[in-house]
């Protein structure tokens, strides 16, 4: 079955340090791909998503691009901010077929900065 | 601008006991599905709907009924509360569209003691 794979965490970066946040994912046919937000006391939010191999997903200074070749997604950002504090998910929907009617999320990655 | 309303925020319930979680939505959405988020687990899908009068079972539906008598309400019953059912669940929802982007509610956090 599906399945998506982040890095551990939590990371703890300074203010204005590069970050990147690893996604790999397994899955059969061809996935759109997604990184959700969590911020403190609410739900979870689209940050961005992109649909096809080599597609590049951009939203709020956060990047991820579509690799087909190495089944990955990795969410970097060039210089974060304090208010870039949260739970960061990446996920898949089972393909363009099925819609995103089951979306399988990776187990999150806790991100805190410190000014 | 409501979007996805769960209550309650928070319950605490003995084990056996039942209840209900309530979601509704205002913004004519089709689908509606329900998640629990657990430590180290991400979020599992429970129940969804592509529709009034349409449920499905997710990935871990046991121990949980749904329906969906109209468009905006999504109930979310716990028959028999046991202790491995404590966790944080999140409503949310979408158009048919296949975007891919869900609308989450707020979060319900669950206790069973």
């Known amino acids: 079955g599906n399945s998506v794979t982040q890095m551990e965490g939590p990371v703890t970066l300074s203010e204005e340090a590069f970050l990147t946040i690893n996604c790999t994912y397994t899955?059969?046919?061809?996935?759109?791909l997604f990184w959700y937000v969590q911020y403190p006391g609410e739900g979870l939010q689209l940050l961005l998503k992109a649909t096809k191999a080599d597609d590049k997903g951009s939203n709020k200074g956060f990047e991820a691009t579509y690799r087909k070749e190495t089944t990955s997604f990795h969410l970097e950002k060039g210089s974060v901010q304090v208010s870039d504090s949260a739970v960061y998910f990446c996920?898949?929907?089972?393909?363009?077929?099925?819609?995103?009617?089951?979306?399988?999320f990776g187990t999150g990655t806790r991100l805190t900065i410190i000014p | 601008n409501a979007g996805v309303t769960q209550t309650p925020k928070f319950q605490v319930l003995k084990t056996g006991q039942s209840m209900t979680l309530q979601c509704a939505q205002d913004m004519n959405h089709e689908y509606m599905s329900w998640y629990r988020q657990d430590p180290g687990m991400g979020l599992r899908l429970i129940h969804y709907?592509?529709?009034?009068?349409?449920?499905d079972q997710g990935e871990v539906p046991n121990g949980y009924n749904v329906s969906r008598s109209t468009t905006e309400d999504f109930p979310l019953r716990l028959l028999s509360a046991a202790p491995s059912q404590t966790s944080v669940y999140f409503c949310?929802?979408?158009?048919?569209?296949?975007?891919?982007?869900?609308?989450f509610g707020e979060g319900s956090r669950l206790t069973v003691l």
């Open positions: 899955a059969t046919g061809y996935p759109s």
């Open positions: 996920a898949l929907s089972e393909g363009s077929n099925f819609g995103n009617e089951k979306l399988t």
């Open positions: 949310a929802s979408s158009r048919t569209t296949r975007t891919g982007e869900l609308f």
């Open positions: 709907s592509v529709g009034a009068g349409i449920t």
